[in-house]
């Protein structure tokens, strides 16, 4: 069974700093990662996704980068605004096993607090 | 925008009762999951409809059922429903089996509230 481990789990910092979330996975054979941004009382908003074959993507200040091998993601946000303030969230999805493809194991997240 | 749309948005309902909610999915995408989400706590996977059929399902009891019709559109329902039911239920939809259809997106999501 996947377990998808987030640290810290809550994280309030400066407008300004940079900041690196942490995902962790048990089941290193992973067809892809993905994080997610969530708002309180919202859906969720896809942020970047890396497939398994990929060491990093990037958006803007935010940079996502994947060990497969460790089973570990980092998400690094540059220059943080209060805007940023939300939960963020890393899933999983397993390589293709049948009937469970497309199913995605989340973590907790880490919720985000930037204050100005 | 993500082009997958949820409703109700809120819904209170008393335990026992039968609950159904429906979503949306962006066109063209052949597969639609829904996911259960506690307070504080990271989605958890329901089940998941492939061309209208489960082809996966979760640690969920059968109580929990959906549909998915050709028209995109998906139906949760939920029977008997428990206290603990009450939860943030969120739809995803995806293109799967194609290689550039591989992000997952989701709707704002359906609270609802268990009294």
């Known amino acids: 069974k996947q377990e998808v481990t987030q640290i810290p789990a809550a994280l309030s910092v400066p407008e300004g700093e940079n900041l690196v979330l942490n995902c962790s996975f048990t089941d290193s054979a992973i067809y892809n990662l993905q994080w997610f941004r969530q708002d309180p009382g919202k859906g969720l908003t896809s942020l970047l996704l890396?497939?398994?074959?990929?060491r990093e993507q990037t958006s803007g200040r935010l940079n996502a980068s994947l060990d497969k091998s460790s089973g570990r993601s980092t998400l690094y946000i540059a220059a943080s605004q209060p805007g940023d303030s939300a939960t963020y969230l890393c899933?999983?999805?397993?390589?293709?096993?049948?009937?469970?493809?497309?199913?995605?194991?989340f973590g907790r997240g880490t919720q985000l607090t930037v204050w100005p | 925008e993500t082009g997958v749309t949820q409703s109700p948005t809120h819904l209170i309902k008393t335990r026992g009762q039968q609950v159904t909610l429906r979503c949306s999915s962006q066109s063209g995408h052949n597969t639609v999951s829904w996911y259960q989400q506690a307070l504080g706590q990271g989605p958890q996977f329901i089940f998941q409809y492939y061309r209208e059929e489960e082809n996966g399902r979760g640690n969920f009891p059968p109580r929990f059922s959906g549909l998915q019709f050709p028209n995109y559109s998906s139906e949760l329902n939920v029977n008997a429903l428990e206290l603990d039911d009450s939860a943030l239920y969120l739809c995803?939809?995806?293109?799967?089996?194609?290689?550039?259809?591989?992000?997952?997106?989701f709707g704002e999501g359906s609270w609802l509230t268990v009294v």
């Open positions: 995803a939809s995806s293109l799967l089996g194609h290689s550039s259809g591989n992000t997952i997106y």
């Open positions: 890396i497939q398994s074959s990929q």
């Open positions: 899933a999983v999805r397993l390589s293709n096993r049948g009937s469970t493809l497309g199913r995605l194991y």
